[in-house]
Each structure stands twice: as C-alpha cells, then as structure tokens.
C-alpha cells in the first residue's frame, strides 16, 4: 500500500464516531497492518468501511461475523487479539 494510502485509511480510522473503536482501529493499524497479505489489508480497508456501531459490535466481541460479513472473521481475530495484547 501506497504511504498516501496508507495515510487515507489512518485518518479513516481516527475519524470515528466511537472513541472506543477509533483507538482500537488506529492502535491494530500501528501495530498489525503492516504484517497483513496485500488481501487481508484490502479485507480491512472494506471492514472499516462499515458504519460504526455495526463494527464496534464485531470487534468488541458483541457479535459474530456471520452471513455477508463472515469472510471478515479471521480479520476481526486478529483485531481482537491486538486489543487484547495492546491492553496487557
């Protein structure tokens, strides 16, 4: 991914409704997008497409990625794990 790009979705990550998953975005972005497949980045590039609530329910565990969202599962994962050593 292009530096511009790459600055294009940081700031679509920052830019969030929800603090919670502004920090959570952004810190996965600092920390783990860099060692993502040029698939699993264009994956997160669609996933914070999505509108907040629907995504901060996804990465905070509320729900699952089932139906048309589940080809994100492994990518929220990896999110998920982020978070919770990010925290530790």
Do not use: N
């Not at 999505?50 to 729900?63: A, F, I, N, R, T």
């Amino acid at each position: 991914m292009e530096r511009a790009d790459y600055e294009r979705l940081r700031w679509r990550c920052i830019r969030r409704a929800l603090l919670e998953l502004d920090i959570t975005l952004t810190r996965f972005l600092d920390a783990g997008f860099a060692d993502l497949s040029e698939a699993e980045q264009a994956a997160f590039v669609d996933l914070v497409a999505l509108e907040d609530h629907e995504l901060w329910y996804l990465v905070s565990g509320k729900e699952e990625c089932e139906g048309d969202l589940a080809h994100f599962a492994p990518l929220v994962e990896k999110i998920r794990k982020c978070s919770v050593r990010l925290a530790d």
